[in-house]
């Protein structure tokens, strides 16, 4: 196997190098039963007990308070954008959402198709570079819920502070789930695609206030009621059973490093680095306000388009891979989730420093 390279990534995304390992070796023989996990029955008691630790995990680290269900769900946060406001509006229903970037956006149109959508702030003027404090907007009475994207992947923003207006909350917290303590009691839906700080692609977790489960009109299919999961305890069909399993390890992990509190001061000083990078010259620009800047990705611009691309490149040949920008941005992107590494970080802030020095 080559060297391990710096992987910044924006999803799916680094995962810690130990449960790659031990993942490697249960879906060959996993506990010693001479059979992989994902060959296992889904109902077999060895997954059951995978699948309860999972939740017991996601519940201990993120402090769920016990009027929730976990879920482990499919077809991606993308499927949240419908099944939110599918169960929870109506005719005559209204709900207010913040348009913070494109998947904020995704979630926007897809409501529209339920309900009455307020859109309450939109970032799109100045590019989505600046996430609204709660003075900036207002969130009428009759609003079912406040639906915000609480890390904005593609521009590098994020919620420094939660909303505080009144109104339930809806989260999509697919890229910074577990990155930092939450008070979930403020939250009647938190959602998050795993693939970015939590495992592999093909599970979604959703975490549900349990009053929230009668809302849905009959109509709904069953595969797209909340109800039906939480009744079956995500096993109402076959399971996503590889993918829950990683998410196991990664929690494990977790709270081996120290949960979310130790989780959050280490995101902090790696962030801090690349941030100090950024603004030590005129050559590299932030994407983001400072106040509302991301702990997980770092958007960033050169001077030219041409010099982002030679950055990319050359720093691609010294293993610090994927720092290509999205294509709505353009530019860089330093996705630098839990499990990156520190040492990476260190290694691009040196790079930052030489290439501007070289270049600028
Ligand atoms: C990646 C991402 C999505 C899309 O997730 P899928 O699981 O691919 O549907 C949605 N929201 C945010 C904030 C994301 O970062």
Redesign the pocket.
């Known amino acids: 196997m080559p060297e391990r390279i710096f992987n910044f990534s924006?999803?799916p995304a680094v995962l810690p190098q130990s449960v790659l390992e031990q993942a490697a070796k249960d879906i060959v023989n996993f506990n010693n039963k001479g059979m992989g996990l994902i060959e296992m029955s889904h109902r077999s008691k060895d997954f059951m007990a995978v699948l309860d630790e999972a939740e017991a995990l996601i519940r201990e680290l993120l402090a769920v308070p016990t009027n929730y269900k976990v879920l482990f769900l499919q077809?991606?946060?993308?499927?949240q954008f419908f099944m939110v406001p599918m169960n929870l509006l109506g005719p005559g229903k209204k709900a207010t959402y913040l348009n913070t970037g494109v998947?904020a956006g995704?979630a926007i149109k897809e409501a529209k198709a339920f309900g009455q959508v307020d859109v309450a702030y939109t970032g799109e003027p100045n590019r989505f570079k600046h996430v609204p404090t709660d003075d900036e907007y207002s969130v009428a009475a009759d609003s079912e819920y406040l639906h915000l994207?609480s890390?904005?992947?593609?521009y590098g923003t994020r919620f420094p502070k939660f909303p505080d207006k009144g109104c339930m909350l809806i989260s999509?917290?697919?890229?910074d789930i577990m990155s930092r303590p939450v008070d979930v009691s403020k939250f009647g839906i938190i959602y998050a695609?795993a693939?970015?700080n939590m495992g592999p692609?093909g599970v979604?977790i959703v975490i549900i206030r349990e009053d929230l489960l009668d809302r849905c009109p009959a109509t709904v299919p069953a595969m797209l009621k909340y109800k039906t999961h939480a009744d079956k305890g995500s096993m109402y069909n076959t399971p996503p059973t590889f993918a829950i399993y990683c998410v196991g390890l990664v929690m494990r992990w977790l709270k081996e490093q120290g949960g979310l509190a130790a989780m959050e001061r280490r995101n902090e000083e790696k962030a801090a680095l690349v941030y100090q990078a950024i603004d030590a010259t005129d050559f590299y620009r932030g994407h983001a306000e400072k106040e509302c800047r991301s702990l997980m990705n770092i958007s960033f611009n050169l001077p030219t388009a041409e010099l982002e691309a030679k950055f990319i490149k050359e720093a691609a040949a010294v293993n610090l891979d994927g720092l290509k920008g999205h294509r709505d941005v353009g530019g860089c992107r330093a996705s630098i989730y839990n499990a990156f590494p520190l040492e990476g970080v260190q290694k691009l802030v040196e790079f930052m420093a030489e290439f501007a020095k070289k270049n600028g």
């Open positions: 924006p999803g077809g991606g946060a993308s499927s998947w995704k994207c890390n904005n992947t593609i999509d917290m697919s890229s695609g693939q970015k692609a979604t």
